[in-house]
């Protein structure tokens, strides 16, 4: 069984948020992390490996430096690093970024692709299901657990699914997003550290994509175009206010729920 896991280095927010002028992230600027979602896919991936013996390739999209982050996926034990880099290819929206990563897929053997539910850098979930879309498989999103029948070619997934969950099963080859509470990601270990340093990472550009349009790539392919955007405004310091009773306490705050319309 082969496995592409697709991952992606996202901003560290604890070190900041920079942006370029143009809207889009600084992402050279800012300190940089795997994506938690797309972190728990590994880990489901890398379990099945451990079970049927499959082969894991890590794909990831971005800047030279995200090399560190399928250093860290051989670490954790995948096999292959593909990483798909190049100028043309920078501030891509989701679209321009599905379009992307679908043609570098194109260029390989698979049963099952994982990605993230989401990116925290986006929010969006959209990427996940657009590559499914771009490449015609079927998908199965927000994964909270994933068992593959290999002999019958299957993927089941519990998916999560507001308060309660749907169990839903596919042939394969098929795509699943994950959940970060889909499993606890193991940590590296010392040997699979050194050894991570050992391994050769592919890198693809523009030239490597199959079957792309120059027309969906990069920020002149993404039809989605950022008006504004900034770090989090700081929020002024609240109305402080001293009352001699509960009575009174319960009538202020009363008259504010009032005044706000929440009651």
Known sequence: ???????????????????????????????????????????????????????????????PKAEAVLREAFA????????VTDRVLGGADTWATSSTIAGAIRNLEYDLIITG?????????????????HLN????????EIKVDEKAKTVEVKRQFEDRYHI?????????????ELNEPRYMTPGG?????????????????KDVDDSNLGLKGSP??????SDKVKKGQGEKVVLDSADEAVEYLMGKLVEKHIV
């Open 137 to 144: 498989l079927p998908v199965i999103s927000y994964a909270e």
């Open 117 to 133: 539910r989401q990116a925290i850098d986006g929010d969006t979930a959209q990427v996940g299901p657009q590559i499914s879309e």
């Open 168 to 180: 839903v099963k596919a042939k394969m080859p098929c795509l699943v997003t994950a959940l970060s």
């Open 1 to 63: 069984m082969k496995i592409v896991v697709c991952v992606k280095q996202v901003p560290d927010t604890k070190g900041g948020v920079k942006f370029k002028p143009d809207g889009t992230l600084d992402r050279g600027a800012m300190l940089a992390i795997m994506n938690p979602d797309d972190k728990a896919g590994l880990e489901a991936a890398l379990r099945l490996k451990d079970q049927y013996g499959a082969e894991v390739t890590v794909l990831t999209m971005g800047l």
């Open 76 to 83: 954790m034990g995948a096999d292959k690093g593909i990483l």
């Open 193 to 209: 550290i050194f050894d991570a340093f050992e391994k050769e990472v592919t890198v693809w550009g523009r030239a490597d994509l």
């Open 224 to 229: 989605t175009q950022i008006a504004k955007a």
